[in-house]
């Protein structure tokens, strides 16, 4: 089972994945890129929340017109040593513009939450037995940072310069 | 004499908690895996990012070392851990870092800490990140010099330090500097590199490289910016980053290299990309270096206060002293001043180790002839960078004492070996002693310095951490049905005239390796015309002539 | 990731199992069903399926966090004294052939 970390506490995941193949059901839905490519009149016709799931291979940029439409964009690990998502995640939060919720799914770290908050995801799908705890602390154990990213958190130097 | 703090880049309280608290970081993740709420799996990530290897005997703790500046009161530091928490001594590598071989996992964030309270660390030596960032050798001091590199390493370091976007590449990403024409970074094989370099106008900027490379496959680097602006620098570096994130191969190790993307984008191609990512980066700013920035990582590098008006004649010394002022003393851009190398290559000893003994011995050297500064060498040397003239005789002296005095930078027996199937995991061969019997076969000095200028670089793996690509005479080690066989290559390169060495042919065994590269050696001697260094020689000749003399079964 | 960690061989003969303790990285032989430091004193396996017995064991021991890797490595019998068929298990059972001082050769345990 897992359940979903957002704005730093367990929240209720609102949004149904539809398999390629499968009916869409009413309310919001998380399809794969191949799915909304595919039925994106219909996705957008519907007036629900739409998410949309990238492979780790998948560049956001395919989305960009897209983006004021979407509600959630998924980004996958699918083993925790493929960081292709972190740049994704920058792109599409800064560059590309997203407001909505960017979430981390499949197979990464604990000790990976914290460049995933820098730059730019702000959910988690985790398993059972990673807690509210641990985020905070993943969050927690550098307190400064040397360069900019999506969070915006000042770096290093300038904190120097403020002195 | 007391300690002396040289120029170098001092942490402030920024720096200073940043490492305590990754050192905090690594306890728990230590902690957790000896708890179990870690897999091996899950750990393994972690622990290499903090530079720490699981070898064939023990944990292997790879401790950074900046652009390759040590002070003496870190070296003393690095003497200390070696005594208490390893085998009382240290191995400095071919990206001047320095190796513990035998730490204990459970040890480990006592290092950490005591490193942390010299300034010093572990972090990213390991893993598929940003390495550490190498500089030349003589930065700050060569003669022939346009500028420091290093304030540009330490904004780099800093920039790259736990780069949250970076630090799951596809694979291990080394960064090299320089600020001189002469290349003795070995720019050419590494990932990204940047030369300073001046413009018409006589401003200095950066060229960078990109898609260098040793391995299984390697590569010269190609130039990627021919002059990118010193406020763009961190930009410009973070394009070519994000590029090699999103597209670098993930579905296999020996194809994940930026060399590997280079190559199959073409360098027209990887340049368009960087230049559009370069573009987009610089429109939010963040990343621009501000002039008072640079100036004021700068000042960290000062040069020392030279003095003035000493002598700059080498005193007399004897006939040892004056071979070994040949070899190991280099131009300095101040009068009086001199480049003194030590090489840790004394024929008969590991390539590159120093014990605590020897590393408390130079830490006096430091104070007492180099404001208390000493440089690791990727050669797997220490360079002492500012001594004068004058002191040279007392530090040969010194040097003698701890059997670091031979007289041999650069020459035959000053070999690069890896650690090799000796230490390590992942070898096939022992290199090590391949280098010894090498070393002693022409420990002779006289001829030594008739042979002249020979780089011998040996790897006990296709990985080619002993840089086997660059060599003039490059050996790997490889197991052909589990027998040692050491294949040549000739004609490498690292230096500005950069060069892969090309394959010779079948290995030599164990007990033929050193005699077929005297064979190979004396037909240089034979043909060699004046002036010509072995490389040279290699290239006016080819392989041919060096190929047949070393096959030949019979004594040239 | 990095480089393929050994798997279970196909290996031909007799073979022996290996590890590093988890807590200081010393090199490991299996005996029965625990560990010692030293081949000699490690339990030789005769034929795969007891090698892959004993492989399988502890792989599963390996949530006890003791120890780290384990793999199968092929062992020979010359003139009496079971040895590794290997140069890289040689010198993993022993220490560095440079450093005659150092290592399990040495008398060197918990590394």
Redesign the interface.
Known sequence: MTKLIKSGAYAQDNFVPVADDAALPDGAVLVSLARFQKDRDALLARNTPIGVKLASDQNPQVLADDLSRLSLVALEFPKFRDGRAFSWARILRTRLGFTGEIRAVGDFLFDQVNYQHRVGFDAWEVSDHFTVEMFHKALNEMTDVYQPSADGKKTIRELRAAK | MSEVTPNMYRYDEFDARFVAERTAQFKTQVERRLKGELTEDQFKPLRLMNGLYLQLHAYMLRVAVPYGTISSRQMRMLAHIARKYDKGYGHFTTRQNIQYNWPKLVDVPDILSDLASVEMHAIQTSGNCIRNVTADHFAGAAADEIEDPRPLAEIVRQWSSLHPEFVFLPRKFKIAVSGAPQDRAALAYHDMAVEIVRNAEGRTGYKVLVGGGMGRTPYIAQVLGDFVEKQDILAFMEAAMRVYNEQGRRDNIYKARIKILTNALGIKEMRRQVEIEFAEIKKTGGLQVPQEELDRITAYFAPPAFETGLSDEIPEAGKDFANWVKTNVHAHRQPGYAIATITLKTPGQVPGDATADQMDVIAELMDTFSVGEVRVSHEQNLVLPHVRKKDLPAIYARLKELDFACANAGLITDIIACPGLDYCDLANARSIPIAQSIALKFEDLARQHEIGELKIKISGCINACGHHHAGHIGILGVDKKGVEFYQLQLGGSGAEDASIGEVMGPGFTEHEIADAVERVVNLYLKTRQPGERFLDTYRRVGMAPFKDAAYEKEAA | ???PAPMAQQNHGPQMLTA?R??????LYRKGSTWVLALADGEVYPDQASADAALAAAQAE????EF??PYLFEVRDVNGVITP????EI??AA?????AD??KQAG?VN?
């Open positions: 990731m990095v480089f590093n988890l807590r200081d990285g010393d090199v390996t949530v006890r966090n780290v890797a068929a290997k140069e890289r010198i993993r220490g560095p052939t440079v450093r150092l290592g060197m590394v």
